[in-house]
């Protein structure tokens, strides 16, 4: 139990495009998800935190319209790079996590995103 | 300032040995502690949890306690093998924060 999958896993866009990577929590309801970076022998960065239906809680520094979020659903979550740009260029991972604040959060495999 | 410092970036440990990673915090009060485990171009695994009144916790080869008064986690592999090779991350929470605090990392090498 607990699966969360992310798509695509790798994507490579051209600078200035917009890339939306998805995020299921495939057999359990996410009642909050959440978007990191993670830079090469890096830890993980937390951008933000969405709860089903409400608007994201972007960390400081992260700018909320670059880094769009929506969590239409309590089973899905979408982060939107837009005008993607080199820097932009990381490892995108998302994790779930149900309804107690005490369960634990569940990573998806993660998104490597080249901008050329 | 709040820290949580992994004892080592890397450490390599002959295999069958026993490995220990260490996670230190500073600032911090958790309710729990977390380990996950990272291999190269994924994401994290979740390995175990053990909770401020729990002093250790056990799973299969995996072993961690837990001290608040040292605010200190210790991660144990017995009987290591190759196949343990990979990032160990630990992870706690803040209270008033929905989201798991996690430190740098130990990249630990099992050597056959």
């Known amino acids: 139990g607990a699966v969360v999958s992310q798509h695509p896993s790798w994507v490579i866009c051209k600078s200035g495009t917009s890339v939306k990577i998805e995020c299921r929590s495939l057999?359990?309801?996410?009642?909050?998800m959440f978007w990191y970076r993670q830079f090469p022998k890096q830890s993980l960065m937390l951008m933000a935190t969405?709860?089903?239906?409400?608007?994201?809680?972007?960390e400081q520094g992260v700018e909320k319209d670059k880094f769009l979020i929506n969590h239409a659903s309590l089973t899905l979550s979408t982060l939107t790079v837009t005008s993607a740009h080199p820097e932009d260029s990381s490892f995108y991972i998302c994790?779930?996590?149900?309804?107690?604040?005490?369960?634990?959060?569940?990573f998806g495999p993660g998104t490597r995103l080249l901008v050329l | 300032s709040q820290k949580i410092e992994q004892n080592s970036e890397a450490l390599n440990i002959q295999e069958g040995k026993t490995a220990t990673l260490t996670c230190n915090y500073t600032?911090?009060?958790?309710?729990?502690l977390q380990w996950y485990r990272q291999d190269p171009g994924r994401g994290p695994v979740f390995l175990l949890l053990i909770r401020e009144n729990e002093k250790e916790k056990r799973k299969e080869r995996l072993k961690v306690t837990f001290d608040t008064t040292l605010k200190q986690s210790l991660f144990h592999i017995t009987a290591s093998q190759p196949a343990d090779s990979a990032t160990y991350l630990c992870a706690l929470d803040k209270t008033g924060a929905n989201n798991l605090f996690f430190g740098t990392g130990t990249r630990l090498t099992v050597i056959p």
């Open positions: 600032n911090y009060s958790p309710a729990y």
């Open positions: 994790s779930a996590r149900g309804s107690s604040r005490q369960e634990t959060q569940y």
């Open positions: 969405s709860n089903e239906g409400s608007k994201a809680t972007y």
């Open positions: 057999d359990f309801q996410a009642t909050t």
